[in-house]
């Protein structure tokens, strides 16, 4: 089973210098934002030392967020960057429609793309969008702008758009999503308390906007040993007798079950 990220560090495309920091952080995946982290005169500039970075291989996965499609930029940079070498994928801002997805792998063909769902109606359309094309590897919230759609003061409706998405990515068999990132870089803990929380709605992961959280999102994504040891427990008992079967502790085992199981010991290989 292949191992999937659980962080991914979002560094401004006009600030050469952190996002070389940003490569050397440990996070899985750095993502090069040149949406919401850059103002409108610094865009090309963003997007030109974008390219460039991207011109041979960075030392860990590269993702970019580009400017949404109806905005003055977003085409652009799909242009400047879809061929790009070094390039892992493309996160799509403020999707709202199946039809953005499909548009942009005409454009970008060999290009693994993300879409950030933002807006009442890219959530209703979650499926749809998830479903929308091949190159589509995953999907994701984006909380802020999908609370100040909403006009919500906080994130405590955001449970069910949460779980919608995940419902959604796993509906059109893509990977767990991972959550929104957590604004404040210094709450710690109240990062760990959503992470836990996400953990339970299903997520995997987390975009992180500091390296100071990655450590506290892998330690709440990663099992624990008493979770790898009921693991162990389920596939040796799998191995021993196939099909369903009650453990002495009572737990029930069955095909489900198994596959749980193993994905908590992919992940602890992680450990």
Request: include cysteine; glycine fraction near 6%.
């Amino acid at each position: 089973m292949t191992a999937l990220p659980l962080t991914w560090l979002y560094a401004p495309g006009d600030r050469p210098h952190v996002v070389a920091k940003a490569l050397t952080s440990g996070a899985d995946v750095v993502v090069i934002d040149l949406e919401d982290a850059v103002a409108p005169d610094r865009k090309a500039y963003a997007r030109g030392a974008t390219a460039d970075l991207l011109a041979g291989p960075p030392a860990v996965p590269v993702h970019v967020r580009v400017n949404a499609l109806d905005s003055p930029w977003g085409e652009q940079d799909i242009s400047a960057l879809a061929p790009a070498p070094g390039l892992s994928g493309l996160r799509l801002a403020k999707i709202t429609s199946p039809a953005e997805i499909t548009h942009v792998a005409r454009r970008a063909a060999r290009a693994d793309l993300y879409a950030l769902l933002e807006t009442a109606l890219a959530v209703e359309r979650a499926y749809a969008i998830a479903s929308a094309h091949p190159n589509l590897r995953g999907i994701a919230l984006g909380e802020a702008d999908l609370q100040a759609d909403l006009g919500m003061r906080d994130d405590t409706g955001l449970d069910w758009p949460r779980s919608r998405v995940v419902v959604a990515a796993r509906a059109a068999g893509l990977p767990p999503p991972p959550q929104s990132v957590h604004p404040d870089t210094r709450d710690l803990d109240g990062l760990a308390a959503s992470c836990a929380h996400g953990r339970a709605l299903g997520f995997l992961g987390r975009a992180a906007i500091h390296p100071r959280q990655l450590p506290v999102i892998e330690r709440a994504f990663l099992p624990t040993e008493a979770d790898i040891e009921r693991a162990e427990t389920v596939l040796k008992a799998a191995a021993a007798e196939p099909g369903a079967q009650a453990l002495p502790d009572g737990r029930f085992v069955d095909a489900a079950v198994v596959t749980a199981a193993r994905r908590t010991l992919s992940l602890a290989r992680r450990r």
